[in-house]
């Protein structure tokens, strides 16, 4: 009998795969700086998946995912959990299912990790409540290059910032400021997407951004991402006017590149599946004998039957 469960989160396990330190000259009209970038590479060695065993119970508890099987899909559960920082086995999450888009039941609707979404959506008066709420809190303004004219800039609690680079396809990414306040970061990443040569939107999904990527790598080789760290030192100087020393870092699939845009693209996977593969935010799996590539959200907090 197929049993039920919740996946919550994916976690890939990455392997030191290479290091450079590189001192970038950068101008602006009229000043000159110089950025020190030590650029870090790593390689998806595997994944685990963070689940709920059982959706009537909060608690949660990690397991492999290479190999994973889905025999079945069902509904979507609320993401509220209760827990906060990075001691992901400590969280507890809700057990009802979701009714709203963001994905929260009613009586989580407006919860704080509710209204930190809509804070990233562009609601500053949510930014003000949340502060209110998560005192202590503490949130990164990052920098990511996918291979597009303008660098992506983004927001999250300075503890997710590995998760979110990790499960975003990019040649180079790193932490461009860090602030106290959650509305005090929003609005530093509002000013600078809107200024010339950033963007705080993509416009194209996160296969498509893959599929670039993948594309650069598959032309230019790993050096593709020393171009893009380079890109980022610039980005930093246009955006802060100052020099200094930077940590930035790429992280490439542990299988080749080519994989993951050879398999066929599906929008919403139909079980039964088999997990082969994890990066930037993508599953790679095996359908019916056939493989395929979908956003990793399309399983996230929802009940699968394995």
Not at 269 to 282: F, I, K, S
């Amino acid at each position: 009998m197929a049993k039920p469960l919740v996946i919550r989160g994916v976690l890939p396990t990455l392997r030191p795969a290479g290091y450079g330190l590189r001192e970038y000259r950068v101008s602006l009209i009229g000043s000159s700086g110089r950025i020190l970038l030590q650029h870090n590479l790593f390689r998806v060695e595997g994944f685990r998946l963070l689940v709920q065993p059982d959706p009537l119970s909060p608690g949660v508890e990690l397991v492999d995912g290479d190999g994973f099987l889905v025999s079945s899909l069902g509904k979507r559960m609320c993401r509220f959990h209760e827990g906060r920082g990075g001691r992901l086995l400590s969280w507890r999450f809700c057990t009802r299912p979701a009714v709203t888009v963001s994905g929260f039941c009613m009586d989580h609707r407006s919860s704080p990790q509710a209204l930190y979404e809509k804070c990233n959506a562009g609601r500053l008066d949510a930014c003000l409540v949340v502060d209110t709420a998560w005192r202590g809190e503490s949130y990164s303004v990052y920098l990511l290059d996918y291979g597009s004219k303008n660098v992506k800039v983004g927001l999250t609690r300075t503890w997710r910032l590995p998760y979110r680079i990790a499960e975003q396809p990019h040649l180079a990414a790193l932490e461009l400021g860090r602030y106290g306040s959650l509305y005090e970061a929003r609005m530093a990443e509002r000013r600078i997407g809107r200024s010339r040569g950033f963007t705080e939107g993509i416009g194209v999904d996160r296969v498509g951004r893959l599929e670039r990527v993948v594309e650069s790598l598959e032309k230019k080789g790993v050096g593709v991402a020393e171009e893009a760290a380079r890109r980022l030192a610039e980005a930093v100087y246009r955006a802060t006017g100052r020099g200094g020393r930077r940590n930035c870092v790429t992280i490439l699939p542990g299988v080749e590149p080519s994989e993951f845009t050879r398999a066929r693209r599906v929008r919403e996977p139909e079980p039964p599946l088999r997990l082969l593969g994890y990066w930037a935010g993508v599953f790679l799996a095996e359908s019916r004998g056939e493989r395929i590539v979908f956003e990793a959200d399309q399983l996230l907090h929802r009940v699968v039957y394995t």
